[in-house]
């Protein structure tokens, strides 16, 4: 198969690609590789993907360094190569960056979608698997947070231009027939990851002796998953292609499917851990104690996360395998070794 994975020089793009490439796919990666952090990063990422691919038994990969808000570059790499499937996951990430920068997720989350979409759409592409937020749930509070529940009051502009991509996707898939799954990923952690998370911000604080800043007091909880099981649920969720739900009634509309080939499906490690034991799990690791600053909440962030991921596990047989312990510890172990601490 030769798949379009969107944001391969990112922390999920890149796990998703390894992956894909490991078990013999043809990897089309797509990526501006801009500056929104250290762009060195995300280079040493490509390089290990190129690295992969020679690899025996391995899929190609090629590399597209180009901008999605850019209709031409898109279209172009669509008249080049035929996809068996996309998955689309670059986009501008960040809840602090969205307060401040607004312009930036319209291009990147806005008009590079609606790009992907006419692309897939005139290219008849199969399936298109693409990334959304659990920060979509906004000011709900009923845990574990359901696809089947509305999520109409996002509190920052990331989560709504996330939402608008669920649904210009529905729009897509009622219009053309497009087949598409958003994946509404929770608090994703793990080696590769991006530096302005929490994981990497506490490791480097800590590791400098510095104080870590835990906001809302630190009484946040999170459903933190591991990336490895992330991908796993991705490429799941891209081999089974969206399909109408004969049961969808516009009487009762449901949120997560519809009479469209269209899903929306949670997709997170379902045990919520309390910030507190993450910081702990992340002391022990590093076999060092955290000098703590508590902090009022944060606008825009959401003070617990819950996914339901029974829909998915069904669908796909999905279901996290990784512990939280375990995945800080092996991000520990990729952080001291990427940077000789």
Known sequence: MKILVTGTAGFIGFHVARTLLARGADVVGFDVVNAYYDPSLKERRLELLAEASRAPESGSFTFIRANLADQAAVNSAFAAHRFDRAIHLAAQAGVRHSLTHPHDYVQSNIVAFTNILEACRHNDTPHLTYASTSSVYGANTAMPFSEHVGVDHPLQFYAATKRANELMAHAYSHLFRLPTTGLRFFTVYGPWGRPDMALFLFTKAILAGEPIKLFNHGHHTRDFTYVEDIAEGVIRASDSIAEPNPDWSSDRPDPATSNAPFRIFNIGNNQPVRLMEYVAALEEALGRTAQVELLPLQPGDVPDTFA???????????????????????????????YGV
């Open 308 to 338: 339901d991921v029974s829909r998915l596990e069904r669908a796909v047989g999905y279901k996290p395998a990784t512990p939280v312990n375990e995945g800080v510890s092996r991000f520990v172990a990729w952080y001291r070794d990427y």
